[in-house]
């Protein structure tokens, strides 16, 4: 029999399991992770905040953990001591995409939670795709810059040197002929169109894209385009060449400069040509054209001069293109052999209101004065400058020993113009003039100065430099920087054209929130022109440690508790903040109170709304800001932390206890129904005995009274023989016993005996039956033993007794097994029969048959036994054989009969208590018949 697996201490923990976690706080995120949108090569994160964190935390992307290990491009950054793990991916690939999800595993108390999935999308670094190039221009001209940009994020603009032009499409100056066009490919293309163009449009353009930090994209710039718009071409003058004395030995220039020149340059000596462009063609060696030839400079120098140089000068353009023949002023190069003389003379120039003009004069061998002279006016004598000049800015400098009297004339008026002369007294007397043209000044662009911060980020420790730029003005106007408190020295920068200032800084605390100021002055200004940049916002490094004790307040709802922010910093902290849900705490709050220095926050009264809220300390010590962050829990007021404790302890007693009981109720179910089972099984045993001989074992036990001989043995039975006299080993014959089911006697018994038998032996003889019934539904086979019937044997009869009791137990045996081949066949041909009818009327049936049969067989034994009567009453006998008793014959019918009537009773017994068992069995049983000795 299969036995029942008993059950485990599942059930128990499964119940303990679910009451201790029902009371326990689960782990849940604060902040999951959200989709961005990153530039390959930038950083990338992704935020994760836990609370209760009690499992160990994991990334994941696309289905498959991710390790920081061994990849120097992941890392955990955030404060992971209150639940931040937030997942910082370096310098962005493009196989970085994907779908990322946050996972806490299952502990403690806690079951897995996972976030929800976050996009990471890598998108191209913004790039031109064509840029503005150089554009040479005439006045009334279009002129065209092209500028577009692939992956464009940030804002395009157009400056032109400094100043912003345009923002996208929206032209930033009041000029309605500058205009943005995007040639039908909008938010790509952005060209920058100038109608009717002006000299005043000439100078340096670009276009650039600003960065966007939240996707990484960086600023980007393109070179530089020169635009240059022109007067119509027409060649002119713009030096001549002037009267001039040189020394002998020494060297002389004579000036001829042209502007838009197209044709040739020709320079005259008395009226006879002597140069063609850069060639002499006289075939003087030393005679030389210098200067810059772009520049359209055709000076004519004497490398040592020779009386034979002193004569009439002047050069001449010959006609081209649009431009006609145009001839210069005519100079006169005068010679000096001897004496004092003049080596370096004042030569014309122009100059601006405001500016510094120089006029240089220098005298060898001098024997007399050295005067300066402004249209005939003496201006100094020798190294001494007249009081009314030198309060207008006129002053002498140079080295007297070497001869040097350079005159010097700052700031610039209107009334400065003049011829200016340097002469010297004495022997030869000699002089020099040159003219001096001032002109008006030009102010400065509109909107100069400009100030500019760098893109990049500031924070401390970065140097950066801020710029001050000022465009156009003539002349160029004065630029300073200043703090507020003082003047700073700037640094001055190249510029295409217009000045810029820099002012290098180095970010740090001290200049935390200042504002620096750029200052313009120029002569056409009423007032100082400015710009400002700041205050400054400094991403200093964090000088301020701070927490809240506790990171999570349990307090029982309706009563006091309190948090306590402690913050140190350098410098120290000066005041502290407290916000409840982000909203600031102020005093008129009646549910909360200040304490010690607004470090102590106290809740008045606890209330169920305020259950997992959020409180901030804020602390600031001038340079910088910190917050950290607590919860507020409500507890049950019925349930305090004892409790809570003492309750959760009762509640895994009962749930022992509870598994303690189930399991054992369910043990005494198991136990009762086994029982059950072998209680029936023993029922079917004792009604059903008469199974096939196959499965029977008969055995004799043979008990004598005086030898104590016993043993035991299957289909006969052996006793071993004693020695000695009195020890029974002769064969004697019981054959008295009932015939089982397939027509044989039970086993005889043998004795042993060395001489006759013994009158007073004598030996009782215990039949048992041995039944091994099979299981209705396939089980093992079991063996039953029970005792039958006891028969005393007496060893004192004789032979012939013996021999005659074999003879008719023989002849009884033998048609008693005939008989039960006859009922066995009739009783399955009944079976057979009755299977085909209803039940009730099957069970009627059946016993009305059995009955029937069993008088049949009743009137069949009689029939048989007077035969036998018959048989020996004619078999001859010997004198000591006695008669065969009737009587004998008498008491074997009355023991048929009352054994028939046995049968039948047990038949009808069996069928009525195993009629449902019928109903499950393949095959019909017939009732079930005792066997008995």
């Not at 089980?779 to 004192?796: L, T, Y």
Request: glycine letters at 8%; hydrophobic letters at 30%.
């Amino acid at each position: 029999m299969k036995r029942l697996a008993p059950p485990t201490l599942a059930i128990f923990l499964v119940t303990f399991t679910a009451l201790i976690h029902s009371a326990a706080t689960q782990q849940s995120f604060l902040v999951q992770p959200s989709s961005i949108t990153k530039v390959a090569g930038s950083d990338a994160t992704f935020t994760c905040s836990v609370q209760d964190k009690e499992g160990t935390l994991s990334w994941s992307k696309d289905g498959g953990t991710i390790s920081t290990n061994g990849n120097s491009r992941l890392s955990i950054v955030g404060d992971t001591a209150n639940g931040v793990y937030n997942l910082q991916i370096s310098t962005v690939l493009s196989s970085d995409e994907g779908t990322y999800v946050c996972t806490v595993a299952a502990a403690g108390t806690s079951t897995e939670i996972i976030s929800t999935g976050a996009t990471l999308t890598v998108s191209t670094q913004q790039a031109f795709q064509t840029t503005p190039e150089d554009v040479t221009a005439t006045v009334g001209d279009t002129v065209s810059l092209t500028c577009s940009v692939s992956d464009k994020e940030g804002s395009l603009t157009w400056l032109k040197g400094t100043t912003v032009i345009s923002s996208e499409t929206t032209i930033l100056v009041s000029d309605t002929r500058i205009s943005i066009v995007d040639g039908g490919n909008s938010g790509v293309q952005y060209d920058l169109q100038i109608t009717n163009s002006e000299v005043d449009d000439t100078g340096e353009y670009k276009c650039a894209v600003t960065s966007v930090t939240s996707t990484g994209q960086e600023a980007i710039e393109s070179d530089v385009a020169q635009v240059t718009v022109s007067e119509p071409i027409v060649q002119r003058f713009t030096t001549e060449p002037s009267s001039t004395q040189a020394d002998v030995d020494n060297m002389a220039t004579l000036y001829c400069v042209v502007e838009n020149l197209e044709g040739n340059v020709l320079w005259y000596k008395d009226n006879q040509a002597i140069s063609e462009n850069r060639e002499i063609t006289i075939g003087n060696n030393n005679l030389a054209i210098v200067g810059d030839e772009a520049a359209g400079e055709y000076n004519l120098r004497v490398l040592v001069a020779e009386e034979d140089d002193e004569g009439t000068y002047y050069c001449k353009c010959t006609a081209a293109g649009g431009s006609t023949e145009i001839t210069s002023s005519v100079a006169f190069l005068d010679i000096n052999s001897e004496g004092q003389r003049l080596t370096m003379t004042p030569v014309s120039t122009q100059a601006r209101v405001s500016a510094t003009v120089t006029l240089y004069c220098q005298v060898v061998n001098q024997n007399g004065n050295l005067l300066w002279l402004q249209d005939g006016k003496t201006i100094s004598n020798n190294r001494e400058v007249n009081a009314e000049y030198t309060s207008t800015g006129f002053s002498l400098i140079g080295n007297e020993t070497l001869g040097e009297y350079f005159l010097q004339i700052e700031d610039v008026s209107l009334d400065d113009a003049a011829t200016y002369i340097c002469a010297v007294t004495g022997t030869p007397s000699t002089s020099a003039t040159a003219q001096l043209e001032v002109l008006e000044a030009v102010a400065p662009d509109t909107g100069s100065p400009q100030c500019y911060l760098p893109s990049n980020e500031l924070a401390e420790g970065v140097d950066i430099m801020l710029i001050c730029s000022s465009q156009g003005g003539d002349p160029e106007p004065t630029l300073v920087w200043s703090n507020g408190a003082e003047d700073l020295q700037g640094v001055e920068l190249d510029a295409a054209f217009g000045i810029r200032l820099g002012l290098p800084l180095t970010l740090g605390p001290e200049i935390q929130g200042n504002t620096y100021t750029c200052t313009s002055n120029h002569v056409t200004y009423t007032e100082l022109q400015t710009c400002v940049i700041g205050p400054l916002v400094i991403n200093l490094i964090p000088r301020i440690l701070i927490d809240v004790e506790p990171s999570v307040l349990e307090v029982i709802e309706g009563q006091q508790s309190e948090f306590r922010c402690n913050a140190t910093g350098d410098p120290p902290v000066t005041g502290y903040m407290w916000y409840y849900s982000e909203t600031k705490i102020n005093t008129t709050d009646r549910r909360f109170e200040h304490d010690e220095g607004n470090t102590v926050l106290r809740i008045v009264s606890a209330e169920k709304s305020m259950d997992n809220s959020k409180i901030r300390c804020e602390a600031k010590n001038g340079i910088d800001t910190q917050s950290a962050t607590a919860s507020i829990k409500i507890v049950d007021p019925a349930l305090n932390e004892d409790d809570t404790l003492s309750f959760r302890f009762l509640a895994a007693v009962v749930a022992l206890i509870g598994g303690i009981i189930l399991t054992a109720i369910i043990i005494a179910i198991v136990i009762y129904r086994v029982y059950k089972k072998r209680r029936d099984e023993d029922d079917d045993d004792d009604d059903d005995d008469t199974d096939d001989d196959d499965n029977d074992d008969d055995t004799a036990h043979v008990i004598s009274k005086d030898a104590h001989v016993s043993g035991s043995g299957k289909k006969g039975l052996v006793v071993p023989p004693h020695a000695g006299p009195g020890v029974l080993n002769s064969a004697n014959y019981f054959a008295n016993g009932k015939a089982n089911k397939k027509g044989r006697s039970l086993p005889p018994i043998q004795n042993g005996h060395s001489g006759p038998p013994l009158n007073l032996d004598h030996f009782e003889v215990v039949y048992e039956t041995h039944s091994k019934k099979k299981r209705a539904r396939g089980g093992h086979k079991k063996k039953k033993s029970r005792i039958i019937k006891h028969n005393v044997v007496d060893p004192v009869n004789d032979r012939r007794k013996d021999r005659h009791a074999s003879e008719t137990d023989g002849r009884r045996s033998r048609s008693h097994d005939r008989k039960e081949r006859e009922r066995d066949r009739d009783d399955k041909r009944s079976r057979s029969e009755s299977s085909r009818r209803t039940r009730d009327s099957k069970s009627r049936s059946r016993r009305d048959d059995e009955m029937e049969l069993d008088r049949y067989d009743d009137d069949r034994r009689r029939s048989d036994r007077r035969e036998r009567r018959d048989d020996d009453d004619r078999r001859p006998r010997s004198r000591s054989e006695g008669r065969h008793s009737s009587r004998r014959d008498d008491r074997e019918d009355d023991r048929y009969e009352s054994k028939s009537r046995d049968r039948h009773r047990t038949k009808s017994a069996s069928g009525d208590r195993h009629r449902s068992r019928d109903r499950e069995d393949s095959g019909d049983r017939s009732g079930h018949r005792t066997k008995k000795v």
